[in-house]
Nanobody, 120 residues
């Protein structure tokens, strides 16, 4: 059974940092890409960052470029999201997701989410 388990959320002051982790299990993810999404109250879920498991290529939403860094640890089957210079508008539930590296594939595996709250 595939599982994505997020951890690392919490309450932090504006300007602070948090590191989220997503532990993946239940299958081989070598041909997948892993992403972070977030959803704030009353808003739609939005893309934050993605990393290709094979070569570590990354891509970011404009709103987090230069502040957030996505990385992976192959040995631990874990993806991280280092969040620096946090802003109140980063407050949201953050979700880890995985999809195959196939054109038009959808994110088929999702974690349960972890709350990030940034106080002003």
């Amino acid at each position: 059974q595939v599982q994505l388990v997020e951890s690392g959320g919490g309450l932090v002051q504006a300007g602070g940092s948090l590191r989220l982790a997503c532990a993946a299990s239940g299958r081989t993810f070598s041909s997948y890409r892993m992403a972070w999404f977030r959803q704030a109250p009353g808003k739609e879920r939005e893309f934050v960052a993605v990393i290709w498991w094979t070569d570590g290529s990354t891509n970011y939403a404009d709103s987090v470029k230069g502040r957030f860094t996505i990385s992976r640890d192959n040995a631990k089957n874990t993806v991280y999201l280092q969040m620096n210079s946090l802003k109140p508008e980063d407050t949201a539930v953050y979700y880890c997701a995985a999809r195959p590296n196939i054109v038009s594939a959808k994110y088929e595996y999702w974690g349960q989410g972890t709350q990030v709250t940034v106080s002003s």
